[in-house]
């Protein structure tokens, strides 16, 4: 259970978590009336933001060679009203029933992100994430047009002036956002999932992708130990053909607990396999 105090009201969250303190469920929103938006934009507006250089620099030692430090940059406003806030449905009904509120209140999150935006531009780090874990059943393109393209276009013309790299995490479905994809400012798209996982081929990506970097693109499932292997093999030398040099290979969006740990390994062999043979 989480609290959001401030001096005008305490908004409460409470979240469920499955056995092994696997990942859990909002059982319930922080955000459960209208007068509650004013509470949880006081509370953001009184958040103070900076950046932990010593935290940085020993996270970068541990990782060494191995990777990137790159931050994970928090849902846009509309996101986190469908994901933290309020809930998918109940967003549609403000959006509907109370729209002037309801933009003003993702007008507001924004603003108070620039505290943000500030300090990560400032600071050594060079890879943004756009964390908002797009699914186009949540966000289909009227919604998508509307409410987050002109806050990436906005926030990515700010990163990119920095020099900092940006990918976004698209981990749902995707065949109605594809004629979208090419115009994302950011430069990479992290875990979109082909098929037989999500509704998209690699074709189709390929062609919305547009030259933009591929950051992940095996599905998951393929690592199940009730999946054929050499499809596993097919996916990831279709990844390679398509999109390499422009490819972070990885799993979209991660390995699940029953995955073969297994297959990781046989990923490794395929790429170099690859390319040792100069592919």
């Given at each position: ?20 303190g ?8 922080p ?5 509650d ?51 998918f ?27 943000i ?12 994430n756009?964390?908002d ?18 806050v ?30 090419s ?15 999500g ?40 990844l ?16 699940s ?9 046989r990923?490794a ?5 690859t ?5």
């Amino acid at each position: 259970m989480t609290y959001y105090e401030t001096p005008i009201g305490t908004l409460t969250e409470v979240l469920r978590y499955g056995e092994h303190g696997t990942s859990g469920h909002r059982a319930k929103f922080p955000i459960q009336t209208l007068d509650d938006i004013a509470i949880m934009e006081y509370f953001l507006a009184d958040e103070r933001v900076r950046f932990d250089q010593e935290q940085f620099e020993a996270i970068e030692a541990r990782l060494g060679d191995r990777g990137v430090c790159q931050y994970y940059f928090p849902r846009t406003g509309l996101m986190r009203l469908i994901i933290n806030y309020v809930g998918f449905e109940e967003t549609i009904y403000l959006l509907h029933d109370q729209p002037e509120r309801t933009e003003a209140f993702l007008h507001h999150i924004e603003r108070c992100d620039d505290h943000i935006i500030d300090a990560i531009c400032a600071s050594p780090t060079q890879i943004v994430n756009f964390g908002d874990n797009i699914d186009a059943w949540l966000t289909p393109p009227p919604l998508f047009e509307r409410y987050l393209m002109p806050v990436y276009e906005r926030r990515c013309e700010q990163f990119h002036a920095a020099g900092k790299f940006t990918h976004i995490h698209m981990d749902g479905a995707l065949k109605p956002l594809l004629p979208h994809l090419s115009k994302l400012p950011q430069h990479g798209i992290e875990a979109p999932t082909p098929l037989p996982q999500g509704d998209v081929t690699l074709d189709e990506l390929q062609d919305a992708f547009d030259g933009k970097i591929m950051l992940d693109g095996i599905p998951c499932v393929n690592f199940l130990p009730g999946m054929p292997e050499a499809e596993l093999e097919e996916m990831t030398l279709g990844l390679l053909e398509r999109f390499a040099p422009r490819l972070i290979l990885g799993i979209s969006d991660e390995i699940s607990p029953p995955g073969d740990i297994e297959r990781v390994r046989r990923v490794a062999e395929i790429v170099e396999a690859t390319a040792g043979h100069g592919g």
